[in-house]
């Protein structure tokens, strides 16, 4: 531990993991290097927001400088851009904190996703929580200079690093609360050093902040100045507000473009693809609130890596003040790739998560903006196919949750789903439930499924033989999910969902008195199978399910597939043994083998045999893969 006092300058190491991102940022080949100016204004955004909701509780913290604003400049002499604001500020020990030693839980996640994919897409830095750090891909070396709101002007912090694995920190004199970062150029960063180009970037991916962003008076003509004209003004009246400096959410929408909609959605979720659609409403009555909701074209990084914590995205504001991210709070679950604003203006400005989390009004909030999202998938789907492709490709997956996450919604969820078919051609096509029953034959009452780990699995399964045969439609369910999601789904529009391989087949008189007799006339074969496989079997039978294959396993109602069986066990999770019903197809040469076989040991290698394919097409463990190698070979050789 350093004995050093808080006050004296210190050098210090990034932690590792800090130290990676830093490498990587430098070292990437940016196609966007302009995002810095993003981020950074972004972050000093945030910190004015941060200021503004904390005085309301503490007014003097505005003491004398109440015009929250975010200043970018530039200096062709020493080459740097700076970006300053007056909010927040930090203190000495969070300067530590957020921007130098201690690696988030974003930095980790960053690092991840990058090792994954480099092309993934270090733009995005923003959506991992570490877009301090993309100063570094312009910069070779970057100062903030930082004093927090309610610290004296001695308090000050300069903080400096090179970006290669250390930083100084050091107490100095600040005049003004506030962050101002100060960017040393690289060499060939001179094209940032102009007041068009850092301009023109303010009105692509600022635009929309809500803060007012000035930059120096004249600054395009500034470029064009001679040596000696000092491009640092002093003056308050030497700034320009270049951005709309407007919540958005609080204008018309008749007065709001398309092309204001996207910048806004791009500034929010730290994206740069358009959104798919977005819903923009206000609500009155004793309750008033407006929300801005976007449904994103791509996963956000988090989701994709199955993040939960941290979510931001969803922004609660108390009459246009920012109180905190509250995603989880105003949305369920399910909907978590939902970015927007919802600006209450009943809630008491001095609402904690705890109190929201149980507040009344809160639910109403929640109840609408779940509302809103679904009316939007839903008009996606019936007026913009592409778009809700799209859409269901990034977020399918995630909207099934919904489906054991909100009861009350689930017959809407489930009219959005789609899924891969018999009657569709390829994983690629698929079909809703609706379509299904369109097409459904006269009498079918029931929406028929298989589950199996894989798309190839679910199309080979055996158990579709006799659906097929009969010209029955079957969903192909692949997903991980879709096995938890249809322990919820068990009606749909009156029809009762099945999985092929559970319960009785739907068979006419005629072919149910053509299976009855040929389970009868099998009678001593199944009996035969029972005797050779013993205990490896709870039941064995004929089938009805089958017309080429020898075998598959059955399900009774209350049985778990066997290959999600095995992905519960394989996460760790203690499943009660149930022995497998067996199901035989009589005329099969190879079942039939069973009778005929003379030899004991032979007979008994085909019926357990018989046993495994019916496994294995299921997807289940084989209790002992080398005995059953051995069996395969022996028969080979035969
Ligand atoms: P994020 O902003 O997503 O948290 P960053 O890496 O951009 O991630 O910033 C890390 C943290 O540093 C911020 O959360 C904030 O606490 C602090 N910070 C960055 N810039 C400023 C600023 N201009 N004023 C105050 N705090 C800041």
New binding site residues.
């Given amino acids: 531990m350093s004995t050093q006092p808080d006050t004296a300058p210190e050098t210090r190491q990034f932690e590792a993991e800090v130290a990676q991102v830093l490498h990587l940022v430098t070292h990437s080949l940016y196609s966007h290097k302009e995002i810095f100016l993003r981020?950074l204004i972004?972050?000093?955004s945030?910190?004015c927001d941060k200021l503004r909701f904390e005085s309301l509780a503490n007014p003097s913290l505005l003491a004398g400088d109440g015009e929250l604003h975010i200043d970018v400049s530039w200096d062709e002499k020493a080459r740097t851009i700076t970006i300053a604001?007056n909010?927040?500020?930090?203190n000495r020990h969070?300067v530590v904190a957020?921007?130098g030693t201690i690696a988030s839980s974003?930095t980790r996640r960053y690092l991840e996703a990058m090792a994954q994919d480099k092309k993934a897409d270090t733009r995005l830095i923003?959506q991992f929580?570490?877009?301090?750090?993309s100063a570094f891909v312009v910069a070779d070396r970057v100062t903030v200079l930082?004093r927090r709101a309610d610290a004296p002007a001695s308090e000050g912090v300069k903080w400096e690093s090179d970006g290669k694995g250390e930083y100084t920190l050091e107490q100095v004199e600040l005049p003004g609360r506030?962050?101002t970062?100060v960017l040393h150029l690289k060499p060939e960063e001179d094209e940032f050093l102009s007041g068009w180009k850092l301009r023109s970037l303010v009105h692509r991916y600022s635009e929309h902040v809500a803060f007012p962003i000035r930059m120096p008076k004249d600054s395009d003509a500034a470029d064009a100045a001679d040596e000696s004209t000092d491009t640092q003004p002093a003056g308050q009246d030497e700034w320009d507000t270049i951005n709309a400096a407007s919540a958005l959410w609080t204008q018309a929408k008749s007065e709001i473009s398309d092309e204001d909609y996207q910048g806004f959605y791009k500034s929010l979720g730290h994206d740069f693809a358009d959104p798919l659609a977005w819903s923009h409403n206000r609500v009155e009555g004793n309750q008033s609130f407006t929300t801005l909701l976007y449904l994103p074209a791509q996963p956000p990084f988090e989701l994709m890596m199955g993040g939960r914590d941290e979510r931001k995205g969803l922004k609660l504001y108390i009459k246009r003040v920012f109180v905190m991210d509250a995603a989880e709070e105003l949305l369920p679950n399910y909907l978590r790739f939902v970015r927007g604003v919802v600006d209450a203006d009943d809630l008491p400005l001095n609402v904690s998560r705890e109190l929201l989390q149980q507040n009344r009004q809160l639910e109403k909030i929640k109840a609408s903006c779940t509302k809103r999202v679904l009316d939007m998938i839903e008009s996606l789907a019936k007026n913009e196919p592409e778009k809700f492709d799209t859409f269901i490709k990034a977020f399918g997956n995630t909207l099934k949750e919904g489906i054991g996450e909100d009861t009350g919604n689930r017959e809407r969820i489930a009219r959005l789903l789609r899924f891969a078919s018999t009657k569709a051609e390829g994983a690629a096509k698929t079909v809703s439930l609706d379509d299904y029953i369109a097409r459904m034959a006269e009498g079918q009452d029931t929406i028929w499924y298989v589950t199996a780990e894989t798309h190839a699995a679910a199309a080979g399964s055996p158990q579709l033989e006799a659906f097929r045969a009969r010209d029955i439609e079957v969903l192909l369910m692949s997903d991980r999910i879709d096995e938890w999601m249809l322990g919820y789904l068990h009606e749909y529009d009156g029809k009762k969902l099945q999985s092929v391989a559970k319960g009785e087949l739907p068979l006419d008189e005629a072919a149910k008195q053509q299976h009855e007799e040929a389970a009868k006339a099998a009678e001593p074969l199944v009996a035969r199978l029972k005797e050779l496989l013993g205990e490896r079997v709870g039941e064995v039978r004929v089938s009805a399910r089958l017309t080429d294959s020898p075998s598959c396993l059955a399900l009774s109602d209350y049985d778990m597939a066997p290959h999600f069986a095995r992905l519960l066990r394989e996460a760790g999770q203690d499943l009660p043994d149930s022995k497998p019903t067996l199901e035989v197809n009589p005329q099969h040469p190879l079942v039939q083998r069973v009778q005929t076989e003379a030899d004991e040991a032979t007979a008994k290698d085909i019926a357990n045999l018989l046993l495994e394919q019916a496994e294995i097409a299921a997807g289940a463990t084989l209790p002992d893969p080398a005995a059953f190698v051995q069996r395969m070979n022996r028969l080979l050789l035969g």
């Fill in positions: 981020e972004s972050n000093a945030d910190a604001d909010g927040i500020g930090m969070e957020n921007i974003g923003g929580g570490v877009g301090f750090y930082t506030g962050t970062v």
